[in-house]
């Protein structure tokens, strides 16, 4: 039980990386606060987890909404006293290309830049200007950013969302700086190409399905290994490691 006893504000927590990450964190013993916009999946994700007899709580938020942020992360520490670790995860890709366009900066409407950068790094900074004051005043915690490949190596054609994941390992780092003396840990972890519903629409062909694949163990990630990783950062095997980059992309960027 490498999580007993903490409590884990997940945000993204209805799909994905995020789903995997409560699954993995309450078999590990977490209490988990799930965030995510998406009301019926959320709810789906709650029930899942209670009826296996974990701990759970489905919160239905626009994580770009600072009051939001603000009245839900209220909520989840008057629930449960005290908050651990933070996984900062939520965000739009791909599979959000019909309603804000992922292009290069040329081609981008300026409203889908704004909010673009508005839900995948403000979110992130909103969500977390509401849990550190909480998580310092319960001893120090660590926070963990899921940012991208995309801020690593320039991978053409998501301008708006290469920023915002940018934006993330530079805040990893400055939050690593600001808040170690206070025994919050910040690390990040970028991930290459994981096989969630963000990438279903960039994956149509034998071709898409090659090209994602293309890195060094010649397949795309599943989401259970970035939850993985994520669960190392929460727990205190992950102790000292803090202002931590890590790429989880099958060795891509080492090409
Ligand atoms: N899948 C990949 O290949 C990949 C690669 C690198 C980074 N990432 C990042 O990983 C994170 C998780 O993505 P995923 O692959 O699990 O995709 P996903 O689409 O399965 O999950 C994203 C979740 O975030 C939620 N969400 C989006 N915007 C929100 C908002 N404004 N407020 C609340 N909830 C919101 C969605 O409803 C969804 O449940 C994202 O930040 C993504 O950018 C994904």
């Not at 981008?108 to 950068?117: E, G």
């Not at 898409?208 to 993985?228: K, Q, V």
């Not at 929460?234 to 090409?255: C, H, K, M, N, R």
Request: charged share 20%.
């Amino acid at each position: 039980m490498r999580l007993h006893g903490k409590v884990a504000v997940i945000t993204g927590a209805a799909s994905g990386q995020g789903a995997a990450a409560a699954r993995r964190f309450t078999e590990e013993g977490a209490s988990v606060a799930l965030l995510d916009w998406d009301g019926e999946q959320g709810a789906a994700m709650e029930r899942e987890l209670v009826d296996a007899g974990r701990t759970a709580a489905f919160y239905q938020l626009d994580i770009s909404d600072e009051q939001a942020v603000a009245d839900t992360i209220a909520a989840v520490h008057q629930r449960f006293g005290h908050l651990d670790v933070l996984f900062n995860n939520a965000g739009i890709g791909y599979s959000s290309n019909d309603t804000y366009t992922m292009t290069s900066v040329l081609n981008t409407p300026v409203a889908h830049w704004r909010k673009i950068l508005e839900i995948n790094l403000d979110g992130a900074a909103n969500v977390t200007r509401h849990v550190l004051p909480v998580m310092i005043a319960s001893g120090g915690g660590s926070i963990i950013n899921n940012s991208s490949i995309n801020a690593i190596v320039g991978m053409p054609g998501a301008d708006a969302y290469t920023a915002s994941k940018g934006g993330l390992v530079a805040l990893t780092r400055v939050w690593a700086v600001d808040y170690g003396r206070k025994n919050v840990r910040v690390n990040c972890i970028c991930p290459g190409s994981i096989r969630t519903p963000m990438m279903a629409d960039a994956i149509k062909t034998p071709e898409d399905e090659a090209h994602f694949s293309n890195n060094l163990l010649g397949r795309m990630g599943t989401p259970e290994e970035i939850a993985d990783i994520a669960l190392f950062f929460a727990s205190d095997e992950s102790s000292y490691l803090t202002g931590v980059i890590l790429p989880a992309d099958g060795g891509w960027t080492a090409q």
